[in-house]
Each structure stands twice: as structure tokens, then as C-alpha cells.
């Protein structure tokens, strides 16, 4: 599915991350790091958001160096608090990222409906709370047919009662599609709502899978 190849992120200078070899097979992952292990530092480079030296390549096809568009098209991501337009409204920015990734018509109302968005799309994102900024930016990163969705702290300012809706889309869209999930934490993944989740650990800057 992943593999990333001679990884090097640094900041001024400093390396905060390193990976020689790492492969990522399909499946659901769960990326688990103390605060500052640099987390969200692999997810954001994985999504092609940042820099890095060396190479990502997906489903041994695309490299993120060499194919940029094609890669950022079958991978999606959410941040851990999520910024968005304050003038638009929830439905614009799901139109928005429709269009991008070349969604399906309606393929967000189940996951907004589940979630219990309805009542406050049509307002400006202003108005939303970090938790339905949270929810907004979950849904975001299910349009379209990725092959690899990268959920960055997804458990945080996420109601109790959103959980199990959450590993609801993942279990499912994982068995129908065959999508892989990235999701980070600082906590171990605890709770039966997932199936054959598989740690991998962020350690002494760099990867590796949990015994």
C-alpha cells in the first residue's frame, strides 16, 4: 500500500523524523506517539502537505515525487483541528471538496445524516464549534474514492456519541472499498468497534509496527 523510502523531515535544520525503508500494508492503522514524536508530521507529508526528502509511493504506482496529482487524488486527509473558510457554509465546502476529489452525487448525506450535521450546514463555518469543525473535516476526507485516508487525531473534540459512528465509516468503507486508514494518537487504541487494527509507533523519530 505505503512504502516510504530514505524519509528525512527536518525542522531548521534539526532531523525530527527518519524512516529508511517502511512498508504499510493495506488495512487500518493506528499511529501512536507521545505529543511532539512527530505524529503529524508523517501524516502531513504522507497527505503531500509539507516537504520531505526521499519518497512515498502508493499501491507501488504512484510516487509522491513524481506523480504529485495522481497520488494527492487517491489520498485524503484530516487535520487534528481543522481551519477552514470562516465565509463559507458547511454545504459550500463540501461541494467544494466534491468537486476536487470527483465524488460521487450525494455520497456525503449518509455520513452527515449519521452524524447529526444537518440542522447547521447551511450556516458559515464561523458560527461551528471545534466539534463540528471536527465532524466537518471527517466527512471532507470520506468524498471522493480514496485509497487512503489519513485521519490525524481523530478522537480529539470528537462527542462520545460521534465514536462508534466514526469506526462505523472506516470498518465499512474499508471492507467495501478496500480503503486503508492512517489514524494517530497519543493513546493506545482501546474498544472492539474496529477490526484488525494494527498499532505502529512513532519512537526515536521514526516507525516501526507494535509487537
Known amino acids: 500500500m505505503l512504502r516510504i523510502q530514505h524519509f528525512q523531515k527536518s525542522y531548521n535544520g534539526h532531523p525530527v523524523l527518519h524512516i529508511d525503508d517502511f512498508f504499510i500494508a493495506p488495512g487500518i492503522h493506528w499511529i501512536r506517539g507521545s505529543n511532539g514524536s512527530g505524529k503529524s508530521t508523517f501524516l502531513k507529508t504522507v497527505g503531500g502537505l509539507i516537504s520531505f526528502e526521499g519518497d512515498i509511493v502508493l499501491n507501488e504506482a504512484l510516487s509522491l515525487k513524481q506523480q504529485p496529482t495522481a497520488y494527492r487524488s487517491a489520498v485524503n486527509f484530516a487535520e487534528a483541528e481543522p481551519l477552514f473558510p470562516d465565509f463559507l457554509t458547511g454545504i459550500e465546502l463540501i461541494q467544494l471538496f466534491k468537486t476536487a476529489k470527483n465524488a460521487p452525487s450525494g455520497q456525503e448525506q449518509p455520513y452527515v445524516e449519521s452524524m447529526g450535521m444537518t440542522a447547521y450546514l447551511s450556516d458559515r463555518i464561523s458560527s461551528y464549534s471545534s466539534g463540528m469543525l471536527k465532524k466537518l473535516a ?63 509507533l512513532v519512537e526515536r523519530a521514526t516507525l516501526h509496527y507494535s509487537a
Open 138 to 200: 471527517l466527512v471532507l476526507a470520506f468524498m471522493g474514492r480514496p485509497a487512503c485516508i489519513l485521519l490525524d487525531e481523530p478522537l480529539t473534540t470528537l462527542d462520545v456519541d460521534s465514536l462508534p459512528v466514526l469506526y462505523s465509516w472506516i470498518a465499512d468503507l474499508h471492507q467495501q472499498a478496500g480503503t486503508t486508514f492512517l489514524l494517530s494518537s497519543h493513546q493506545a487504541f482501546e474498544g472492539d468497534l474496529l477490526p484488525n487494527v494494527r498499532e505502529i
